[in-house]
Nanobody, 120 residues
Framework: QVQLVESGGGLVQAGRSLRLSCTAS????????MGWYRQAPGNQRELVAA???????NYADSVKGRFTISRDNAKNTMYLQMNSLKPEDTAVYYC??????????????WGQGTQVTVSS
């Protein structure tokens, strides 16, 4: 059984910062690509940032220069440092991970989501 657990969401004022964390646990052989997605009410889920196991990253244009994604492979944990937050960043943020099991295939997992609310 695998779990992705997110933490770090909350309510902040515009211009402030938050740091999200996502940890994968269970009988995992290796965690490959990971990413943060978000979904605001009435909108589709969208990619915010992604990172490969080797550390290559990509970002949505709307967060470039403000958000930084990173990971600690030894801890199966990914982070999202969010600076200069804007009201339009308000959404539920979801963690996604491609998880490889020993002697098996790679599977896609999602966290339960953490709410980020930015007030103006």
């Amino acid at each position: 059984q695998v779990q992705l657990v997110e933490s770090g969401g909350g309510l902040v004022q515009a211009g402030r910062s938050l740091r999200l964390s996502c940890t994968a646990s269970g009988s995992i052989f290796e965690v490959n690509a990971m990413g943060w997605y978000r979904q605001a009410p009435g909108n589709q889920r969208e990619l915010v940032a992604a990172i490969t196991r080797g550390g290559s990253t990509n970002y949505a244009d709307s967060v470039k220069g403000r958000f930084t994604i990173s990971r600690d492979n030894a801890k199966n944990t990914m982070y999202l440092q969010m600076n200069s937050l804007k009201p339009e960043d308000t959404a539920v943020y979801y963690c996604n991970a491609e998880i490889l099991f020993l002697g098996d295939n790679e599977y896609d997992y999602w966290g339960q989501g953490t709410q980020v609310t930015v007030s103006s």
